[in-house]
């Protein structure tokens, strides 16, 4: 298997959706992975945590009555930054509570096995067989260097038909470690990114890096910049832990 081969297999396509209509108006991407005996569903919290949405994973399972099969995933954990100073008030506390920073990232742990299927698929360079989606092993996550390449699957500018949705695959390859800034990672792209629409429902995908390891989410892009941010896995790795922990999984 080639790393752009394991880049499609091992990410996810999310759906948010009003589970009373199931017609997706929210789209992400994620990954199953496998991390201290246990297994998890990653990806970024603006693609999961919209209100009254339910989120769906696609499963590509046979269509059942004209529809795609989606899978149901709840229990979404996902932490808040506060900035807490020595000496504070009760009333400063409960201000800083409800001004905190969500970290882009969230999980679920999975207690059920189910289908995840990938569809054949020709990019031209290279070809992805009908079969199984991959499950990552965070066991080999590492930390991103200026000596390897990166890349990231999704899919991109939902558009219906009536009440067929259809999304453009993309690859994202080639991409250049610059540097990290706190949580995030940041690569740079081939080109300059003109158009967000190019990369919007990528967010949550892993990226991997040209020996298939994983160390990053995608999460945002600078339009006029070649920038792409990824939140660290290694991060994401520490919040898992610590919801083991503390028993909240």
């Known amino acids: ?18 589970p009373k209509i199931m017609k997706p108006d929210g789209f992400g991407t994620g990954c199953i992975v496998n991390y201290l005996g246990q297994t998890f569903l990653l990806s970024v919290s603006h693609v999961t945590n919209n209100d009254g949405l339910t989120t769906f994973l696609e499963t590509n399972l046979p269509p059942e009555n004209n529809t795609v099969p989606l899978k149901p995933i709840g229990g979404f954990i996902w932490y808040d930054i ?8 009760t009333a400063e506390f409960k201000d800083i509570i409800t001004e905190g920073e969500r970290i882009d ?10 289908e995840l299927k990938q569809p054949a698929m020709n990019f031209g360079s290279f070809e992805v067989e009908e079969g199984d989606k991959v499950t990552l092993d965070l066991s080999y996550a590492t930390t991103p260097d200026k000596n390897q390449t990166y890349s990231f699957y999704g899919k991109i500018r939902p558009e219906y038909n009536g009440i067929f949705l259809k999304m453009t695959p993309t690859l994202k ?25 190019d990369y919007r429902g990528c967010s949550g995908a892993p990226i991997l890096d040209s020996e298939g390891r994983i160390v990053a989410l995608a999460c945002q892009l600078l339009t006029n910049t070649k920038v792409i941010y990824g939140i660290s896995i290694q991060e994401c790795m520490k919040l898992i832990k610590l919801a083991i922990d503390t028993n909240q999984v």
Not at 82 to 89: K, L, R, V
Not at 105 to 114: N, P, V
């Open 105 to 114: 990232f969230t999980f679920s742990k999975l207690t059920e096995r189910f």
């Open 173 to 197: 390859n080639g991409l250049k470690f610059h540097k990290t800034k706190g949580l995030f990672h940041m690569f740079l792209a081939p080109q300059i990114i003109k158009d967000k629409e």
């Open 1 to 18: 298997m080639t790393v752009d081969q394991l880049t499609v297999l091992s990410s996810i396509q999310i759906y948010q959706a009003d």
């Open 82 to 89: 506060f900035h807490i100073p020595e000496s504070i008030s």
